[in-house]
Antibody, heavy 117, light 107 residues
Framework: EVQLVQSGAEVKKPGESLKISCKGS????????IGWVRQMPGKGLEWMGI????????RYSSSFQGQVTISADKSISTAYLQWTSLTASDTAMYYC??????????WGQGTLLTVSS | EVVLTQSPATLSLSPGERATLSCRAS??????VAWYQQKPGQAPRLLIY???KRATGIPARFTGSGSGTDFTLTISSLEPEDFAVYFC?????????FGPGTKVDIK
């Protein structure tokens, strides 16, 4: 069974840094693109960027270029999303998801990030 | 970048009724149009991909259609568990864009 398991909810202060994770199992994690999706409270889905864990080829949507860093460690089947300086506008649910042949076919359970002073 | 719009924003229907959800692209897209269902507190779930193919385990009451810039998701007879938000999505290589969603709620 394909699973993407994300790290737990986070509460951070503005200016702090953060790295959240997404661990895959049940499939050849390294051979599928893994994307990150932001969903702000009560809003829609925004595609942030994507990484191919086997060679760490990474692409960013224009809205998120320079705002976050996507990385992966293929030895432990894990992808990451990180921020160096959080702001209140980063408050959202973040999903990792697998980009398979049918499309975005498997999703993590989501990581809720709250940034508040 | 392709922009997707969905209509209506909210669809109020009763169980057993037919739901027709629309997704329009700002330019012609390939057949890589997909539909997702999201319930409160849950991750989205893939329903339809390549415009008309049902994902594994998706009931036959969900049907996708369309081409070019206009795509439709039809739910033939709403079940209680179908009341949710539905997003369309298109894909061009690695770049994915989502529509803003249609909420199907109980009338």
């Amino acid at each position: 069974e394909v699973q993407l398991v994300q790290s737990g909810a986070e509460v951070k202060k503005p200016g702090e840094s953060l790295k959240i994770s997404c661990k895959g199992s049940g499939h050849s994690f390294n051979l599928y693109w893994i994307g990150w999706v932001r969903q702000m409270p009560g809003k829609g889905l925004e595609w942030m960027g994507i990484i191919y864990p086997d060679d760490s080829d990474t692409r960013y949507s224009s809205s998120f270029q320079g705002q976050v860093t996507i990385s992966a460690d293929k030895s432990i089947s894990t992808a990451y999303l990180q921020w160096t300086s959080l702001t209140a506008s980063d408050t959202a649910m973040y999903y990792c998801a697998r980009l398979g042949e049918p499309g975005v076919d498997f999703w993590g359970q989501g990581t809720l990030l709250t940034v508040s002073s | 970048e392709v922009v997707l719009t969905q209509s209506p924003a909210t669809l109020s229907l009763s169980p057993g009724e037919r739901a027709t959800l629309s997704c329009r692209a700002s330019q012609s897209v390939s057949s890589y149009v997909a539909w997702y269902q999201q319930k409160p507190g849950q991750a989205p779930r893939l329903l339809i991909y390549d415009t008309l193919k049902r994902a594994t385990g998706i009931p036959a009451r969900f049907t996708g259609s369309g081409s070019g810039t206009d795509f439709t998701l039809t739910i033939s007879s709403l079940e209680p568990e179908d009341f949710a938000v539905y997003f369309c999505q298109q894909r061009s290589n690695w770049m994915v864009t989502f529509g803003p969603g249609t909420k199907v709620d109980i009338k």
